[in-house]
């Protein structure tokens, strides 16, 4: 949960970055006190089975919440992700060398972010996309500044990131604070899980 604690620092889309994977360890911790692979890209989508298959769906739905992602409708997601679609297509000639997670954004990373995503639209977990779509996302913007492009597809993240309820620094620390203001209950729960074995 360090992350939540450090977004005072960095360009706008890197504390974006750690809001999100903050966040979203929420799930991580459940799925491996669930004996669950803690999974990357679908953590959503895998806590949502572990948790509707012990009756705690209500759970489910604060995750998401703290997310910004409980109300994304399935319209919304496919306009996301042909936004997100666009900006891989561009950022793939630019990906520095030395970018961590340049296979995020080649052709098996767009298939997994775009395919992945849209199946999971199908699946009728639309909500449980969004995760992915906004950390790749994110990683698009990561590329575009390190190239001297500090407008490219901005427009289309901060209409993501509104979506998602984060219009600017004091919304990210405000949604930072629930999350760790959850953290007793998660506790709680994570508890049981272990108990359940």
């Not at 970055?17 to 903050?22: A, H, P, Q, T, V």
């Not at 895998?46 to 509707?52: Q, T």
């Not at 996302?137 to 990131?161: K, M, P, S, Y």
């Amino acid at each position: 949960m360090s992350r939540l604690a450090d977004l005072e620092t960095g360009a706008w889309h890197e504390r974006v970055m750690r809001w999100l994977f903050g966040t979203s360890t929420t799930t991580h911790v459940l799925l491996v006190a669930g004996l669950l692979n803690p999974t990357v890209r679908l953590r959503y989508s895998a806590v949502r089975n572990l948790l509707h298959d012990m009756g705690r769906a209500e759970v489910h739905e604060t995750l998401l919440e703290h997310l910004g992602a409980a109300s994304f409708t399935p319209s919304q997601v496919i306009h996301h992700i042909k936004a997100l679609s666009s900006a891989m297509i561009d950022a793939a000639p630019v990906i520095p060398a030395s970018f961590p997670f340049s296979s995020d954004l080649t052709d098996a990373g767009h298939a997994a972010a775009l395919r992945g995503s849209a199946d999971l639209v199908t699946a009728g977990q639309h909500r449980e996309a969004v995760f992915w779509i906004a950390v790749t996302f994110a990683r698009c913007r990561t590329v575009f500044i390190a190239d001297g492009n500090q407008h490219a597809h901005a427009a289309e993240f901060d209409a993501l990131l509104a979506d998602l309820g984060l219009s600017g620094p004091g919304a990210l620390k405000a949604r930072s604070q629930q999350v760790l203001d959850y953290m007793p209950e998660l506790d709680q729960l994570t508890d049981e899980l272990i108990a359940a074995g």
